[in-house]
């Protein structure tokens, strides 16, 4: 018998089952087609098997790693600055941080094309003040990649841990400097603990997004840097293979899934969420 009080999941779920759940189970299906049309795990062994298929995997994931670590650099004197900040300066990071939410990730990607180019403010500031004698591009290199990613991806763990921070208990970090903490360690012992969840979740965000973010991938890496989303597209809209498309998409999926699975296992942990 169905409880009353689950009535209004019960749209959600069906909508879940019908939009995620089927397409999904349709993908696992087509992964296992062979090419003589029986089933098996063939498409995920030759995958697998081959040497530049698993660097894409590996290299694929690096990029979620890196582009996640380096977020969480910019972000934390983003985060001490809220954190100190008057109503004023709270509410002008917040503007700052949601603004480029509201443009769209490709005009977002093709900003970056602009920055990173040869012309760009990058390459003219570093000519200008001497570091470098000529113009140079960081187009198609995964510094420019990261760089960009770094930006678009930056309000997916700055947008958690704010709404985190509204609400902290600032007697804590009283308590800690009342015992003889310094400023620094006072904040990392009293507040920190407080947004490791907000954190951990922002870190799932960024990394799944910069995993499969095919628009940057493309534009800002374009053909000398392979991602699993681009070889997707290649597996479909070039060589007509969609049981291997499939078949590296439920891999791309699974991997992230797992390291996501982690991390959001992690964020719920009794002892970093303040219980233990």
Same mark, same amino acid.
């Given at each position: 018998?169905?409880?009353?009080?689950?009535?209004?999941?019960?749209?959600? $779920?069906?909508?879940?089952?019908?939009?995620?759940?089927?397409?999904?189970?349709?993908?696992?299906? /087509?992964?296992?087609?062979?090419?003589?049309?029986?089933?098996?795990?063939?498409?995920?062994?030759?995958?697998?098997?081959?040497?530049?298929?698993?660097?894409?995997?590996?290299?694929?994931?690096?990029?979620?790693?890196?582009?996640?670590?380096?977020?969480?650099?910019?972000?934390?004197?983003?985060?001490?600055?809220?954190?100190?900040?008057?109503?004023?300066?709270?509410?002008?990071?917040?503007?700052?941080?949601?603004?480029?939410?509201?443009?769209?990730?490709?005009?977002?990607?093709?900003?970056?094309?602009?920055?990173?180019?040869?012309?760009?403010? $990058?390459?003219?500031?570093?000519?200008?003040?001497?570091?470098?004698?000529?113009?140079?591009?960081?187009?198609?290199?995964?510094?420019?990649? /990261?760089?960009?990613?770094?930006?678009?991806?930056?309000?997916?763990?700055?947008?958690?841990?704010?709404?985190?921070?509204?609400?902290?208990?600032?007697?804590?970090?009283?308590?800690?400097?009342?015992?003889?903490?310094?400023?620094?360690?006072?904040?990392?012992?009293?507040?920190?603990?407080?947004?490791?969840?907000?954190?951990?979740?922002?870190?799932?965000?960024?990394?799944?997004?910069?995993?499969?973010?095919?628009?940057?991938?493309?534009?800002?890496?374009?053909?000398?840097?392979?991602?699993?989303?681009?070889?997707?597209?290649?597996?479909?809209?070039?060589?007509?293979?969609?049981?291997?498309?499939?078949?590296?998409? /439920?891999?791309?999926?699974?991997?992230?899934?797992? /390291?996501?699975?982690?991390?959001?296992?992690?964020?719920?942990?009794?002892?970093?969420?303040?219980?233990?």
């Amino acid at each position: 018998m169905i409880r009353r009080d689950t009535l209004m999941a019960w749209p959600m $779920i069906g909508f879940m089952l019908l939009f995620f759940i089927s397409p999904l189970l349709l993908l696992l299906g /087509i992964s296992l087609r062979g090419a003589d049309g029986g089933w098996g795990f063939g498409n995920f062994a030759a995958f697998l098997s081959d040497p530049f298929s698993r660097g894409v995997l590996t290299g694929t994931l690096a990029l979620g790693a890196k582009v996640t670590f380096f977020v969480s650099l910019a972000a934390l004197p983003l985060v001490m600055l809220y954190w100190h900040g008057g109503p004023r300066l709270r509410g002008l990071i917040l503007i700052c941080t949601l603004l480029p939410m509201l443009t769209a990730n490709v005009v977002r990607t093709f900003a970056w094309v602009v920055i990173l180019g040869r012309n760009g403010p $990058i390459s003219q500031s570093m000519l200008a003040l001497g570091l470098t004698d000529r113009p140079f591009s960081l187009l198609f290199s995964e510094m420019g990649l /990261i760089m960009a990613l770094v930006q678009i991806e930056l309000p997916l763990l700055l947008l958690p841990v704010f709404a985190v921070l509204n609400r902290a208990d600032r007697r804590t970090l009283e308590a800690a400097e009342t015992l003889g903490a310094g400023p620094w360690r006072a904040w990392f012992s009293a507040i920190f603990p407080q947004i490791i969840p907000a954190v951990l979740a922002g870190w799932v965000l960024v990394f799944a997004s910069a995993t499969t973010s095919y628009v940057t991938q493309s534009v800002i890496g374009g053909a000398r840097l392979i991602y699993l989303p681009q070889y997707v597209y290649r597996e479909v809209g070039v060589l007509f293979q969609w049981p291997m498309a499939a078949a590296i998409s /439920i891999l791309l999926l699974a991997s992230t899934g797992i /390291i996501m699975l982690g991390l959001t296992m992690l964020a719920r942990h009794e002892r970093l969420q303040g219980h233990g």
